[in-house]
């Protein structure tokens, strides 16, 4: 049988694993891509300081009210047409930025209010995507891979750092047809959502059994695996949509999620800033600021494979948000650039291993449509701290004038993740089974 499983996963990773990383490319580059816009677009549409924060976080509560409602949607009509909706979407509203200045005339709304509007409903329509995917994953791989292949697919997010920031620069080099450079830009980065959103539709299979690119063996082997680990999860317990959403776990593996994200997000939109105080030119910060980037993308396929094969999760997720604690602590102590662009290094190591190795843990208690939901759930309330860890940041740099009381507080967020997960109550029993069964198949 050994034989079959290679032949099915290595199948199943060429066909998938790709094509889904160009989707979360593309879907964080349209997430990001309003820090670049804004070095023109505050100007043009008058917009504050204070008022772009407010609309560049509510991209995260449209984000936390749809994510769930998302999630309950992709079971139902099938991942491939949900996806595929989603990020055509996505897109249209994206491009719709480059054009607030005639809405806000149209409409007779302000220029902010089109702003505000349009994160979030950016924000409701990106929602599901990533829980959407990840529950996509667990359909076609067994749990022993999933920390691998999560680890790959989240790959995007530092390949979309290190390649995204200098062709948003030089986007906002574009003119013509009376747009200005920032305008370009949305346009630009909206069309490529919309045309992998119509590839989605073509290229996905739903499930293994429709999967023409499998032989009859190949297919029978991947759905016997996965039934055998539905029923192993089921015979321990069994979550409702409504439990899912109350149980503990859930609650707490979501503290976790939201301690990572705000000393994540909290760093990335700050790293530029932090890099520029250094005294290097506009070129040098983009090149620097790809650099933890770097190591967080090695960091996470080493520590993600350490993991599956150890069939440790709690352990490594604590010791990569440990890293993170110090890290960035360290680095608002110290002035150094040399030595702060190390620890921020780092630091990134932490903050990108920790996604992969923590999503296996509420998967290993969830089944079905309570998967769907907790995961979401979980997805959705650590997101919300996309809205907080920034806004801390930048509150306290004004109260302080500089970064030492914000990375302290970030550092102090990944310390609480980290012993929040040591916590966790969940069966190591269960986790080992699930990996022992697609080893045994």
């Known amino acids: 049988m050994e034989a079959v499983e290679k032949r099915v996963i290595g199948k199943v990773m060429w066909r998938l694993i790709p094509f889904l990383i160009v989707c979360y490319f593309v879907a964080y580059l349209d997430r990001v891509n309003v820090g670049f816009a804004k070095l ?10 204070a008022a772009f924060g407010l609309g560049a976080g509510l991209f995260f509560v449209g ?9 309950i949607f992709l079971e139902r009509v ?10 055509i979407t996505w897109g249209i509203v994206s491009a719709a930025f480059a054009f607030i200045p005639s809405i806000s005339a149209a409409t007779g709304m302000p220029t902010t209010g089109v702003f505000y509007a349009l994160r979030l409903l950016l924000g409701a329509c990106e929602a ?3 829980p959407g995917i990840i529950f996509y994953l667990t359909l076609w791989f ?4 999933r920390a691998r292949v999560i680890s790959l697919f989240m790959l995007a997010i530092p390949i979309s750092s290190i390649v995204g920031s200098p062709i948003s620069g030089m986007l906002l080099g574009v003119t013509g047809w ?13 069309l490529p959502s919309v045309l992998v959103g119509i590839g989605v539709l073509v290229y996905l299979t739903d499930l293994p059994r429709q999967a023409r690119w499998l032989q009859q063996d190949e297919i029978a082997w991947l759905e016997n695996v996965q039934a055998t680990e539905k029923r192993n999860k089921e015979k321990v317990e069994h979550l409702s949509l409504g439990q899912a959403l109350t149980d503990p776990r859930i609650l707490l593996c979501a503290l976790v999620y939201f301690c990572l994200n705000a000393a994540s997000y909290g760093v990335a939109f700050f790293l530029p800033t932090i890099i520029k105080g250094f005294g290097v030119s506009d070129t040098q910060t983009g090149l620097l600021a790809a650099l933890p980037f770097v190591f967080g993308a090695i960091g996470m396929v080493l520590l993600g494979r350490h993991s599956d094969r150890t069939m440790e999760r709690k352990g490594h997720v604590a010791a990569a948000l440990l890293m993170a604690t110090v890290g960035i602590g360290l680095a608002g102590v110290v002035s150094n650039p040399v030595i702060v662009m190390g620890l921020l290094c780092f ?13 296996p843990l509420p998967a290993s208690f969830l089944t079905g449509a309570s998967a769907a939901a907790g995961i979401a759930a979980i997805n959705s309330l650590g997101n919300l701290s996309g809205f907080a860890g920034p806004y801390a940041m930048g509150y306290l740099k004004d109260l302080t004038g500089n970064f030492t009381a914000g990375l302290l507080l970030l550092a102090g967020c990944a310390l609480v993740g980290a012993i929040v997960v040591v916590m966790l109550r969940i069966d190591v029993r269960r ?11």
Not at 178 to 190: H, M, N, S, V
Not at 431 to 441: R, V
């Open 142 to 145: 067994p749990a022993v891979y």
């Open 347 to 359: 630091a990134q190591i932490g903050v990108s291993a920790v996604p992969p190795m923590f999503w």
């Open 78 to 87: 099938g991942a491939r047409v949900w996806i595929a909706r989603i990020m």
């Open 40 to 49: 023109h677009m505050n100007q043009a549409l008058g917009l504050s300081e």
């Open 431 to 441: 986790e080992q089974l699930s990996g022992d069964i697609a080893m045994a198949h």
């Open 178 to 190: 009376g747009l200005d450079g920032w305008q370009w830009l949305f346009i630009l980065e909206a």
């Open 128 to 130: 599901g995507f990533f």
């Open 63 to 71: 984000y936390f009210l749809f994510e769930v409602p998302s999630n």
